[in-house]
């Protein structure tokens, strides 16, 4: 009765947990998810993404696009005080600068940020030192990593010291020493430190992060190495070759002719011997003389054959499927205007979980500049307002109308009806309402000023004539 009734069980539960043979069967233990990406094996799929990027042209482009959508903002205040919002995008741009930026001096604030994004993209995660003048430091993944000597009441998995919740407290920073060796200099408390990665689980499972990308590197991968074979054989079947066939038993290598001896159709006797086959050149033309019942034929092998093209392609899509991109971003004649729009609209959806993670980074960076720019003397604040009462914006840039006079028509009868507002349509295409009417409001100041009209209102389409007759 027992082996029926666990027979009855097996026949009305979950597949998934009998692969009966026909697939591999998983591990029935839950790991947290840096068991899977401790030590070693994190910095594995570190130089396995940066080496892809290395030579294969698809990856790089991957991330650029990526970067593209996910890692371009603009900074504005938001606050009833005009003069507030100034100062602060004033003083937002100018510590935008590489010098008053990074600590290397290389990268201004936008490109820091996008290049934190490209790391968390490749490497799982990154960190960003908040130094005490104002500045940021870039510290690398693979830099992350347990001190030296760790006392034995402290827990640090992979580089970062936790509590019992999971929750940061400092992180042990290594720098370079040379091309590839390394060594601890610091530990950096988890409040100057903006750890940005990709987390998909609770903190008490994962204090490291994986990039969605880890599930396209064999693929791309495969991608990449049978790209070099295909064109090793497309190369080899470029290559002129011919087979040669005979009815006797004469070898056909090609005999020279010797000028001072005459022709090779007879020897000294008088009697005609095979000459095998003469190939010449005559201007651009060549020629192959051959004996009667010879035959030459040409060798040729069409590779890469159209079967290798799909199933690449196939697997091109999806590797693209790790980070959201649409198949038709890659190849721009795989769909009609209207499906690649459709897939950039649901591509645009999938960004905004991404773009998130920015904003939230960018507003840990703009409450330390706050208080940087407050104690330093160079903000000060309006009576009653407190730094917490601050009001600013991190808008991502949109992109530009597809079909200007019918989407600008559509956006005026939304904001009309009440279902749109003009604030929202401008950061979809990636401008500020605001800015704008302060730039129109200058623009026609100025137009006055030179005595020329200007017309801003839509002009109503004027409805066809028709023929009464009819």
Known sequence: M??????????????????????????????????????????????????????????????????????????????????????????????????????????????????????????????????????????QADLLRDPDKVPANEQWINGVLVNGFGRPLAYGVHKRKGYSATEFTRRVNATNMIHYGFFDRYAG?????????????????????????????????????????????????????????????????????????????????????????????????????????NFTALVIQVALKSLDLPFSFYDESHTNFFGSRAAWLHYERSCKDKRDDQIEMRRNYTQWKLQQWIAGGRLVLPAGVLPSNVRFEWVPRGMPFWDPSKEIRGHVSAIKAGIDTPQRICRSTGTDYFDNVDAIQKAIQYAEEKGVPLEFAMQEDKPEATDDAS
């Open 205 to 309: 499972d994962q204090v490291r992060g994986v990039s969605p990308l880890v599930s396209a590197l064999n693929p791309l991968r495969d991608v990449y190495e049978n790209f070099s074979f295909a064109l090793a054989k497309a190369k080899v079947s470029q290559l002129f070759a011919m087979a040669f066939y005979r009815d006797s038993q004469d070898s056909v290598m090609p005999v020279e002719a010797d000028a001072d001896q005459g022709s090779l159709d007879a020897d000294v006797d008088g009697i005609e011997e095979p000459r095998g086959f003469q190939a010449f050149m005559k201007s651009d033309t060549r020629y192959i003389d051959l004996n009667p019942g010879e035959k030459a034929e040409v060798i040729e092998s069409k590779q890469p054959s159209t079967e290798f093209q």
């Open 2 to 139: 027992p082996n029926l009734l666990n027979r009855i069980g097996s026949m009305f539960g979950y597949d998934a947990l009998e692969p009966n043979g026909r697939r591999k069967k998983t591990s029935r233990h839950v790991y947290r998810e840096d068991f899977h990406t401790r030590g070693n094996k994190h910095r594995g799929l570190q130089e396995n993404a940066a080496d892809l990027v290395r030579n294969l042209s698809l990856a790089g482009w991957m991330v650029r696009r990526h970067l593209d959508y996910v890692a371009q903002f603009e900074f504005h205040g938001r606050n009833d005080n005009d003069e507030l919002n100034r100062q602060l995008e004033a003083l937002m741009a100018e510590d935008a600068r590489p010098s008053r930026c990074d600590v290397s001096g290389r990268f201004g604030r936008e490109k820091m940020f996008r290049l934190a994004e490209a790391r968390r993209v490749l490497d799982g995660d990154t960190g960003l030192v908040k130094l005490r003048d104002g500045r940021l430091q870039g510290i």
